[in-house]
């Protein structure tokens, strides 16, 4: 009897081990999500990320069960992924859910990595970069890719330091970042055991070595400053929120409200002037035009902006929808609807040219698996907050418009919403056949989604200033100046160095670049140009698919290794 209880003793007592060893897990990895968190924040604590794998990876022990580490790091992963992806939920609310439940998965994957690489006795200033910044490169292009929350991004006000980017992408700068928290962590570890301090020094010297070749590089790029084109650009911010801007009656005041900023623009000697996506609440294509009377939304739109281009001898380049008809049963059907950007030109024509957006959205601009898995697109629409399919059509022309401004031709790309976010998207747009194409490019976007509307006031979410700073580095790897135009903010003009003008010629809109969120504005400034042609433009391909490939890599070599010891 005595040994019985004895024994209900000692399985309590274990019981409480493993509640206390799960709990020290779990929060290693909360640990981790908080400064990741916190070190893609608007404000500045990007120093976090250097040391913000750190905890991450020391709870992966290889004596650790993979039945307490998986559930640990899933759990925490979907919550971090819920409190960082909050600002999706008035776009998709289940759809948010299902995404969050998707992009944790990545955490178990990475802590069964460290733990199997630990084992192996791998130095963390190889492993870490391999499987964080591999997880990275797979989730940039997985789903149709998700480029958000890498470890770069949260260093995008370092200039200096992320001018690599032009020879390794945005993917060099994680890897230096996650260098680091390989270093510090062998540095624990040898600390502890007392052994293998000269291991430690090479590494830290390594990693010191390049951290300052970095910075030499950047601060010799930072002395080249782009030359300023003639040409005067002007942007139009509207500050309408998405609940008031898809309500149809408004489609006039808001079309009004830009002619009015737009006024303002040419004014201030604009000779082009942009309008942020959708914002023109109707269909502009002339193939979808024809079929409607004169008086009819997508005919009197058109009319009025070409009006407006020819009494003012301005560019006007504008957000709205295009769409295909074609025959369905012997009846003409809207047949492909398309998210495009119109350009208008100063003698009030048209342009034959029009850009279809290439990178759709999932669940925001198509609702996934509708040929590959089609029981899990009914369930997604069964989700679906309409009652209707709104899937749009994949552009698929890189268009490049051509304008002259001050007697002097030039030609731009247009990435519409998250295009920026996408590196293949802009290197394509602006590389081609060996030259470079294009002399800058033009962001639209319609953040309206992304915030806020109570008692009258727009109240922005972190979403806003985390694109911005997203597409410094799309500036830094091609050497080309971006322009945005974005309804409720931020709109605003990056030069090749990847540097946010905190001025302009002209405008009422905040000096401060990511100061100018959840209100209406304009500005004027001059576009910098950059004739250069970087290593990352031309083999831009290799470069982020190399992490993805050495991640592969040592999955496959785990899963080798498990085959050869069950034959055993």
Not at 3 to 32: C, D, M, P, W
Not at 451 to 461: L, M
Not at 496 to 501: A, D, S, T, V, W
Not at 534 to 548: A, E, M, N
């Amino acid at each position: 009897m005595g040994h019985k209880k004895i024994n209900n003793s000692q399985k309590a007592e274990g019981g409480r081990q493993n509640y206390i060893f799960t709990l020290q897990i779990s929060a290693g990895f909360a640990v981790s999500a908080l400064l990741l968190t916190f070190c893609q924040a608007p404000w500045s604590l990007s120093y976090l990320a250097w040391f913000a794998l750190v905890p991450f990876a020391m709870v992966c022990k290889p004596q650790t069960s993979k039945k307490t580490l998986i559930p640990a790091a899933y759990i925490v992963s979907f919550v971090y992924w819920l409190g960082n992806l909050y600002w999706l939920i008035p776009i998709t609310g289940p759809g948010y859910v299902c995404f969050a439940l998707w992009q944790a998965i990545y955490w178990p994957l990475l802590a069964l990595g460290v733990r199997y690489l630990r084992a192996k006795n791998w130095p963390m200033i190889i492993a870490l970069p391999i499987l964080f910044v591999g997880a990275e490169s797979v989730q940039s292009f997985l789903f149709t890719g998700f480029n958000w929350y890498f470890l770069a991004h949260s260093q995008y006000a370092n200039t200096t330091l992320i001018q690599i980017a032009d020879l390794f992408g945005t993917f060099g700068i994680s890897v230096l970042i996650a260098m680091v928290n390989g270093v510090l962590i062998d540095g624990l570890k040898f600390a502890r055991e007392k052994k293998g301090l000269k291991r430690l020094e090479l590494e830290a010297t390594a990693v010191a070595v390049l951290i300052l070749a970095a910075f030499l590089y950047g601060r010799q790029a930072m002395l080249l400053p782009p030359s300023i084109s003639p040409a005067r650009i002007g942007v139009v911010q509207p500050n309408v929120p998405s609940a008031v801007k898809e309500e149809p009656k408004n489609a006039q005041a808001i079309l009004d409200d830009l002619f009015k900023q737009s006024d303002q623009c040419i004014d201030a000697g604009a000779k082009m002037v942009i309008w942020p996506e959708t914002m023109v609440l109707t269909t502009l294509n002339p193939g979808y035009r024809m079929y409607w009377d004169p008086n009819s939304k997508p005919v009197r739109f058109n009319r009025q902006i070409a009006e407006y281009a020819g009494r003012t001898q301005c560019y006007l380049l504008v957000g709205a929808d295009g769409a295909n008809v074609g025959e369905v049963n012997g009846e003409l059907e809207v047949t492909e609807r398309f998210n495009s950007a119109y350009l208008y030109k100063p003698d009030g024509e048209q342009s034959s040219l029009r850009y279809d957006k290439i990178h759709l959205v999932p669940f925001g601009e198509f609702i996934p698996f509708k040929k590959t898995f089609p029981p899990l697109y009914k369930l997604f629409m069964g989700l679906n907050p309409y009652d209707f399919d709104y899937t749009l059509t994949r552009g698929t022309e890189y268009t490049l418009f051509p304008v002259r401004l001050e007697n002097r031709g030039y030609r731009f790309g247009v990435l519409i919403c998250y295009e920026d976010t996408d590196p293949a998207i802009a290197r394509k747009m602006i590389y081609k056949d060996g030259d470079k194409q294009a002399d800058w490019l033009v962001n639209i976007s319609n953040d309206g989604w992304y915030v806020r509307f109570r008692d009258g006031k727009v109240r922005p979410s972190v979403e806003l200033a985390q694109r911005t700073a997203i597409c410094v580095f799309r500036c830094i790897e091609n050497r080309i100046s971006l322009v945005r135009s974005v309804n409720t903010g931020i709109s605003c003009l990056i030069d090749p160095r990847g540097k946010i003008q905190n001025q302009y010629l002209a405008g009422n809109l905040p000096i401060k670049g990511m100061a100018r969120q959840g209100m209406a504005g304009w500005f004027v400034d001059a576009v910098p140009l950059d004739n250069r042609i970087t290593f990352y433009s031309r083999f831009g391909d290799w470069i982020d698919k190399l992490p993805s490939i050495a991640v592969c890599l040592i999955v496959m070599m785990a899963v080798m290794e498990k085959r050869t010891e069950r034959k055993k």
